[in-house]
């Protein structure tokens, strides 16, 4: 009866229980089939552990080998395991040695813990980022500076020199635009931004990634969009449109530009999510790096001048959505890259794009005449910069101290009409200059333009979060600045 009892036991035991000799199953129970997706536990008996490849095979066997010597009992480890319908599984598996049918004999017990997996490496990704968050938004700072200072010249360049000369400018511009665009997705790394994601248009955001990225896919291949009307999902729509944009890019990349390569799109809505899957027929990424894909700086590109930052980027907007990013490849064959975003509860109108005027249609609004200006900036090249920029309406005057810029402030006559200030400066810092003001002169707290470069410290961010100011993030256009100082001006004029 109690042998009975026992066997029942283990037949219906929620973990998979496996006896093996030599690599060969002697006895699995009902949970060991199920696990590893057999009929039955029968089909297993007789048959070599192949659910496990031979790496796996000798750890394990290494492991028995040391809990036999020393009879010490080893704590689980986990297993890559692939079921007999070639799903690929972690499996987390405990053994220990005893005696079966007369002969010494391994006892595993194993359970499905995929999931568990799958949510730790989450979580240690979006520990990396924060930890990159920190570094990188020094980074972004320090390149700020000298990038706003270049951009600006630049600007202030093209407007000057004659139409037929300004080609050289423009390739100037671009790639401090580039340059800008990666520190802007460096400063991305680690950190929420202000605004929450809401409802949004997911066909718009994939059109417009569509159009982004045309002119990489055209002369590889078809792209072909294979789904009907889309309902809203939650997320910001110019960052899940990103993240399009640099999951279409790496498909295109990887078609053979000697053959007919395709990148379909198809979806599956349910009730609570929108899934988009994104399949290209091209090379294929190696089993041994798909799980790599995500970490940041990691990239395949090569010669190519891949950064390694986009597929890492991309799943921390699509997480901090409420979605996740799941990359299936086969090499060779080709790759799909799933995209889950939850459903709003409310649909929205598509948002079209507006049309970019180019820099010679977009003149700055200007400034009323005499009015005063104060810039202040700890970089001597930003300030002189900002003073040529704003000198043309205005009479402004320049400051990289700041410990004389608030004396300044205090006991200027008339008072400045609008004040530019970094918020990141040593010593005194723009954010201290602002609470002097507002405790001392409250009639000039709300001329203040501030001007960041990345780096925040939790009580600058949350000040600035409080306070009704303008902001302005390096790099800025010229346009932007002066609407910005001419807005604060009119105000308080």
């Known amino acids: 009866m109690a042998d009975r009892g026992f066997q029942a036991l283990v037949e219906n035991a929620p973990d998979a229980i496996v006896v093996s000799r030599d690599g060969i199953v002697l006895y699995a129970n009902a949970a060991a089939a199920t696990l590893l ?110 990038l706003t200072f270049a951009g600006l010249a630049a600007e202030m360049l093209q407007r000057r020199v004659p139409a037929e000369q300004t080609r050289l400018v423009s390739d100037v511009r671009e790639g401090l635009e580039r340059i800008a665009s990666i520190v802007r997705d460096l400063r991305f790394f680690g950190r929420y931004e202000d605004e929450s994601p ?60 000697r053959r007919d390569g395709r990148i379909t799109l198809s979806a599956k809505v349910t009730a609570e999510h929108v899934t988009i899957f994104v399949v290209d027929d091209g090379r ?15 990239t395949m590109r090569g010669e190519r001048g891949g950064t390694g930052l986009g597929l890492s980027i991309c799943r921390d907007i699509v997480v901090r959505a409420g979605g996740d990013i799941v990359a299936r490849s086969t090499q060779g064959e080709g790759t799909t890259m799933e995209v889950k975003l939850l459903r709003a509860l409310r649909d929205v109108a598509p948002v079209k794009a507006s049309s970019p005027t180019s820099v010679r249609e977009a003149e700055p609004p200007a400034l009323p005449l005499r009015a005063r200006v104060l810039v202040v900036d700890d970089e001597p090249l930003i300030v002189s910069s900002l003073v040529s920029v704003l000198s043309r309406r205005a009479n402004v005057v320049g400051e990289t101290n700041a410990k ?7 006991s200027s006559a008339p008072a400045f009409d609008a004040i530019v200030c970094d918020v990141t400066m040593p010593g005194m ?25 990345g780096a925040f410290t939790t009580h600058a961010r949350e000040y600035l979060d409080r306070v009704p100011n303008a902001r302005l993030s390096k790099p800025f256009a010229v346009e932007d600045l002066v609407a910005a100082v001419d807005r604060v001006v009119k105000e308080h004029h």
């Open 198 to 257: 809401g409802p949004m248009d997911l066909s718009s955001a994939i059109d417009a990634a569509e159009r982004l990225v045309s002119h990489e896919i055209k002369p590889r291949g078809s792209f072909i969009k294979d789904y009907g009307e889309l309902p809203a999902v939650l997320g910001i729509s110019r960052r899940i449109e990103q993240v399009f944009v640099n999951i279409f890019l790496n498909a295109a990349h990887a078609l053979d530009e």
């Open 429 to 453: 810092n723009g954010i201290d200059i602002h609470e002097h003001i507002v405790r001392e002169r409250p009639d000039l707290a709300a001329r203040f333009v501030f001007v960041t470069g």
């Open 37 to 146: 997706a057999y009929d039955s536990a029968e089909e297993l008996i007789g048959k070599p552990m192949t659910f496990l490849d031979a790496k796996s095979l000798d750890v394990m066997r290494r492991r028995i080998q040391q809990m036999a010597s020393t009879g010490e009992r080893l704590v689980p480890r986990e297993y890559p395991a692939r079921r007999r319908d070639g799903t690929e599984i972690t499996a987390e598996i405990a053994s220990t040695i005893i005696e079966f049918d007369g002969a010494p004999a391994v006892l595993a017990y194993a359970r499905d813990v995929t999931e568990r997996t799958r949510l730790r490496a989450q979580l240690a990704h979006t520990d990396r980022l924060a930890s990159l968050g920190i570094m990188a938004a020094g980074v972004a700072h320090e390149i700020n500076n000298p």
């Open 404 to 410: 004389r810029a608030l004396e300044q402030m205090l």
């Open 284 to 298: 294929g990424i190696a089993p041994d790096k798909v799980a790599s894909i995500f970490e940041p700086f990691f």
